[in-house]
C-alpha cells in the first residue's frame, strides 16, 4: 500500500506520479525524482489556479510559479516547506547535469517532502 493513498480518489494523476516515485525511489532513484518533480509542478498548478495567483497557470514554468509572492505565502506558514518544494524542483533540475549524484536516500527525501506538500493539496 502507498503512502499516498489519500490521494487516490480524489485526486488520481497526483496519485500516479507520487506512487510511481514511492516504488522507483530505491532501486531507480533519478527516475524517483523525476516523477515527484513531475507532480510536484502539477500541484504547483493547480494550487496557483484554485487560489487564483495568477491568470492561466498551465503557460507559466514550475519556477515561475513558485516565485509569486502569493505562492510563497501559502507556503510561508511552513517555512520549511517553501524550502522542501523547492529542493525537489532543484533537484530534479540538476539530474541533467549529474545523475550518479542521486541515491535511494536522496530520493527519499525527496519523496518525504514531496509528501507533505501532498498534504496540502489534499486539503482542497
Known amino acids: 500500500m502507498s503512502n499516498f493513498e489519500f490521494l487516490k480518489e480524489d485526486w488520481p494523476k497526483l496519485y500516479k506520479y507520487s506512487r510511481d516515485a514511492e516504488e522507483l525511489s530505491n532501486d531507480y532513484p533519478e527516475s524517483s525524482i523525476k516523477s515527484s518533480n513531475v507532480c510536484l509542478e502539477q500541484g504547483t498548478k493547480f494550487l496557483c489556479e484554485a487560489e487564483n495567483f495568477i491568470e492561466d497557470p498551465q503557460n507559466k514554468t514550475q519556477f515561475e510559479l513558485m516565485k509569486l509572492d502569493k505562492f510563497i505565502s501559502l507556503m510561508g506558514m511552513n517555512r520549511n516547506m517553501l524550502n522542501e518544494v523547492h529542493l525537489i524542483r532543484q533537484t530534479a533540475n540538476s539530474i541533467k547535469h549529474n545523475a550518479k549524484f542521486y541515491t535511494a536516500a536522496r530520493s527519499l527525501i525527496i519523496l ?13
Open 112 to 124: 518525504k517532502n514531496l509528501f507533505r506538500f501532498l498534504s496540502v493539496i489534499a486539503t482542497y
